[in-house]
């Protein structure tokens, strides 16, 4: 499986973007999917996962009521997207994909297939 991130960018204290990760792979309903992020000089960290179907989600509790996660199976395309943003949100997101389509897992390495990143400045 391959992730392609893309949108990320420079925003303002209080801006919105949205982030998309395409994959490609004709079994995208298989994997569960996540967003994490990686600031710099900090570890890599969750921020938000969906399940198969779209019909579970689970968020960190930085970006809860301000991040929203989304798929689009049709499109093989998982969304992120970000209001309120924060100058603490500066940092590079990942998409990833997990082989168990149900479990929305908070702990890194339960992640198995993983995208480049996307750069997210946020300016005060």
């Known amino acids: 499986v391959q992730l392609q991130a893309s949108g990320g960018g420079l925003v303002q204290t209080g801006g919105s973007l949205r982030l998309s990760c395409a994959a490609s792979?004709?079994?995208?309903?298989?994997?569960?999917m996540a967003w994490l992020r990686q600031a710099p000089g900090k570890e890599r960290e969750f921020v938000a996962a969906i399940s198969w179907g779209g019909g579970s989600t689970y968020y960190a509790d930085s970006v809860k009521g301000r991040f929203t996660i989304s798929r689009d199976n049709a499109k093989n395309t998982v969304y992120l997207q970000m209001n309120s943003l924060k100058p603490e949100d500066t940092a590079v997101y990942y998409c990833?994909?997990?082989?168990?389509?149900?479990?929305?897992?908070?702990?890194?390495?339960?992640?198995?297939?993983w995208g480049q990143g996307t750069l997210v400045t946020v300016s005060s």
């Open positions: 792979t004709r079994s995208f309903r298989s994997y569960a």
């Open positions: 990833a994909a997990d082989r168990d389509a149900r479990r929305l897992a908070s702990i890194i390495s339960e992640y198995d297939y």
